[in-house]
């Protein structure tokens, strides 16, 4: 017998219009406690609506959150007010919320506040206690799920920002029943060891899957812990008591491990300009050094006794070719003017006129008679010449009367003409 076959997109096709023609749930309130909220970067709100027993997914699009008057959290009782319909792609149904008014605080956000106050008035929160993340660390300690993403993504960010750290897994529950108390022995057995720092967390989850991180335990546990605690629990937006109790938050495990383990090659980097800048330092200061040694060198040879002869004596050197200099030119100047005077008293010597023919005349009583008018006829008179000399006596004096004064300017210009060459003053016509 041939049977009739439908294929899944008539069947959640069919089912669809089931719930479209179905009024009750065209337009119905639901009462029950969020979790799992997401608010999702087109402005759509993903959560989930629970209660005791049973759980519905629901939506509310970003054209409907006008008439939303607060921020949904984890754990808050509300009322939604919407529709039922099924997601023919994926054969799902969920409620598509129009209006969501709050209907008091779920238990677990209840039970989450008063345990944070708790701890709180009790110090565990307090910034004194917290202690400070080392920079560079050898061995990291790690709690938390063996096969979740939280570990592989920490161990890929430690194995690219340094390969040479450690890591220690402790293999924990971290959602279900004893998650509490795996989580509180992976801390303390991390600890004994001597990790340098321990991570402490899990993936994105509902409240009630983190609620491991919540439990009284796991808070004593981080604040105890000899070794810095980072709690890494779910997404950015999650927040637990661990959260409070750590000595660092990390918004997922990924900002964990990079707030842990300290980027190598950065290290590299600083290491590279530090050294460049150790090395012109050092050059600097050996030229300032060299300088400074050369500057005392020059100042030590100078006031070096031996060196001061040296000088002294070089400068003495210098002073005796000065003076021998000057000494020649002063015996040259001194020898020129000499012969000067030489050829000046050459001129007037009395001996070389006696030697041209002239004589020197003296009177009786050797004075000298230098014209006629002199002597007088019958006085003896002295005559010297160039090779003797006479006594003779004057017999007659003859006066030249004496030329006028324009006489004598005018015998001297014929003179003057006749010197020229040999010819009267006439000759010129």
């Known amino acids: 017998m041939k049977r009739n076959a439908y294929s899944v997109t008539q069947v959640n096709a069919y089912v669809r219009n089931m719930f479209a023609q179905d009024f009750m749930l065209r337009s119905i309130c639901i009462k029950g406690e969020i979790s799992n909220c997401k608010y999702h970067s087109s402005g759509h709100i993903y959560f989930t609506l629970k209660d005791d027993r049973a759980a519905i997914s629901a939506v509310l699009f970003a054209g409907n959150r006008g008439g939303l008057t607060f921020r949904m959290r984890e754990g808050d009782q509300v009322l939604v007010t919407g529709s039922v319909e099924v997601y023919e792609r994926d054969g799902r149904y969920q409620l598509y919320a129009k209006e969501i008014e709050r209907d008091g605080e779920g238990s677990l956000y209840l039970k989450f506040e008063a345990l944070k106050r708790e701890l709180l008035e009790m110090g565990m929160f307090a910034e004194e206690y917290k202690k400070p993340i080392p920079r560079y660390i050898r061995t990291l300690g790690i709690v938390t799920a063996p096969t979740g993403a939280a570990v592989r993504d920490i161990q890929n960010i430690a194995a690219r920002r340094n390969p040479y750290v450690q890591l220690l897994l402790y293999p924990a529950r971290v959602q279900g029943d004893g998650a509490a108390e795996s989580i509180v022995n992976g801390i303390r057995e991390l600890d004994c060891m001597g990790v340098d720092v321990i991570i402490a967390g899990r993936g994105g989850g509902s409240i009630e899957d983190l609620w491991a991180f919540n439990e009284e335990c796991v808070a004593r546990a981080i604040f105890e812990c000899q070794a810095p605690v980072i709690s ?184 003057f003409f006749r010197g020229i060459d040999g010819r009267n003053r006439d000759d010129f016509g």
């Open 232 to 415: 890494a629990v779910g997404h950015e937006t999650d927040t637990t008591i661990a959260d409070f109790a750590a000595d660092l938050r990390a918004p997922t495990p990924s900002a964990a491990a990079e707030l842990a383990v300290y980027d190598i090659f950065e290290l590299l980097e600083e290491f590279s300009y530090l050294r460049h800048r150790l090395c012109s330092r050092m050059e600097q200061k050996r030229e300032a050094v060299k300088s400074r040694y050369l500057e005392l060198s020059h100042l030590v040879w100078a006031g070096n006794p031996k060196n001061r002869i040296h000088q002294k004596r070089q400068y003495a050197v210098s002073l005796e070719e000065k003076l021998h200099h000057t000494m020649r030119e002063k015996l040259t100047e001194l020898k020129h003017r000499t012969g000067m005077l030489a050829g000046r008293l050459d001129g007037v010597s009395p001996a070389k006129k006696l030697s041209q023919g002239l004589a020197y005349v003296t009177d009786q009583n050797g004075t000298r008679v230098g014209d006629a008018a002199g002597v007088r006829p019958g006085e003896t008179i002295g005559i010297r010449f160039r090779d003797g000399a006479v006594s003779a006596k004057v017999l007659e004096v003859n006066a030249i009367p004496e030329e006028t004064e324009r006489e004598r300017n005018g015998r001297g210009k014929r003179n």
